[in-house]
């Protein structure tokens, strides 16, 4: 990356590498937060809990004063009406001065921006990645498909180095009561109250996966586009007087091969033979390789 800026300036890569850098995102749950959280905001918006006090009880007063009349309630009913009005504020729990309480609910203008999946997109735009960009949902199986796309966006010369990134974070709050509830309701999820009875992937006592968020970003490059870039480092660092510059092996392993297939199965099960046979016949063709 060029220097070190503030913001992201920092980020951007050198021209020579920005049109032959790409970015490939895995993601199962995109924008999913964002939409749930901006929809549970209009309905509680409209519900009695999540609307303005002061309001709720002035519609109340204009119903009663269209039966008797503007200005005829009688003092009875006003204070029934404040009654009502503080007994909701009780209830709600709520201080009078709460901006949540008492704000409408608006419209986000960036909400289109939001709900598309972006992330890789902004990603292109911090570094000045200018090569293929996409998003790929493969459940489980999203990074390792990711990385294979990487793998053959290099080997057809689309691009010379693609970034990988992959993140979800399921366990939000938003996210979470509805993801928890359905990851339990297909038995995938673990009952287990302790994390220790719970996090036993490879044992026999293992009783489902536990739901939580994460994140990971690779680097994939051509072994001629590696080379290159450790030589222009170096020239870098040379031409700045840098004499503290120690220049690395330009790639710290190889990537030998990718195979993506579906068993084409039960969407929340899993062909055990079919998942053996490619495994095997992922494994021969690298061997033969």
Request: proline share 3%; aromatic share 8%; with cysteine.
């Amino acid at each position: 990356v060029t220097g070190v800026g503030e913001g992201t300036s920092g980020w951007v890569l050198p021209e020579s590498m920005q049109d032959s850098t790409g970015i490939v995102y895995a993601t199962s749950f995109p924008a999913l937060d964002a939409a749930i959280e901006e929809v549970s905001k209009y309905f509680k918006s409209k519900s009695v809990e999540g609307g303005a006090i002061p309001s709720i009880v002035q519609g109340l007063r204009s119903r009663l004063e269209a039966v008797v009349g503007a200005g005829n309630l009688t003092q009875e009913s006003e204070t029934a009406l404040q009654e009502i009005e503080k007994l909701a504020r009780d209830l709600a729990a709520v201080p009078e001065t709460d901006p949540n309480l008492l704000q409408d609910y608006e419209f986000d203008r960036k909400f289109l921006f939001r709900v598309l999946v972006l992330g890789n997109g902004q990603l292109a735009q911090i570094v000045k990645a200018k090569g293929p960009n996409m998003q790929t949902n493969a459940a489980c199986a999203g990074s390792t498909q990711a990385v294979a796309l990487a793998y053959d966006l290099i080997q057809v010369g689309r691009a010379e180095r693609v970034v990988v990134i992959a993140g979800d974070n399921a366990s939000s709050d938003n996210l979470m009561p509805w993801l928890g509830n359905g990851f339990r309701a297909l038995g995938a999820a673990t009952p287990c109250a302790d994390y220790k009875l719970a996090a036993l992937p490879f044992d026999a006592r293992r009783t489902g996966m536990i739901l939580g968020s994460g994140g990971i970003g690779m680097v994939f490059e051509s072994e001629e586009g590696a080379r290159r870039r450790n030589a222009y480092a170096a020239k870098r660092a040379e031409d700045e007087g840098d004499d503290d510059y120690i220049a690395r092996a330009p790639f710290r392993c190889r990537l030998l091969g990718t195979l993506y297939s579906n068993s084409a199965y039960h969407g929340a099960a899993m062909d055990r033979k079919h998942i053996a046979q490619e495994m095997e016949r992922f494994v021969r063709s690298l061997e033969e390789e």
